[in-house]
């Protein structure tokens, strides 16, 4: 069982910086992979980062690539995103969510979810 918290969402003009941390309680943390999604409303929830299962690769949607970076600190349990150069179109509720295996960018092989840290871009 791993329990996810997120922290660190806010209000940010453009162009701006956050950065989101993801706590992870359980002492299988270090076997899951994890990855960032987000929710704008009335859109569907959809990948923005992620790690490979042996934690070596990491990935990103085009929207995001050159902007947003994802990083863990296994001694901390706690997985980051740095956003950088914040568009209003980033705004969105974010998630991470951890997983054994499977397509790093589908929703649906992810086993654990936090519940969400709103960020909010304004122009």
């Known amino acids: 069982q791993v329990h996810l918290v997120e922290s660190g969402g806010g209000l940010v003009q453009a162009g701006g910086s956050l950065r989101l941390s993801c706590a992870a309680s359980g002492r299988t943390f270090s076997s899951y992979a994890m990855g960032w999604f987000r929710q704008a409303p009335g859109k569907e929830r959809e990948f923005v980062t992620a790690?490979?299962?042996?934690?070596?690769?990491?990935y990103y949607a085009d929207s995001v690539k050159g902007r947003f970076t994802i990083s863990r600190d296994y001694a901390k349990n706690t997985v980051y995103l740095q956003m950088n150069s914040l568009k209003p179109e980033d705004t969105a509720v974010y998630y991470c969510?951890?997983?054994?295996?499977?397509?790093?960018?589908?929703?649906?092989?992810?086993?654990?979810w936090g519940q969400g840290t709103q960020v909010t871009v304004s122009s």
């Open positions: 969510a951890a997983r054994r295996s499977g397509t790093y960018s589908n929703t649906k092989t992810y086993d654990y």
């Open positions: 790690f490979s299962e042996s934690g070596g690769r990491t």
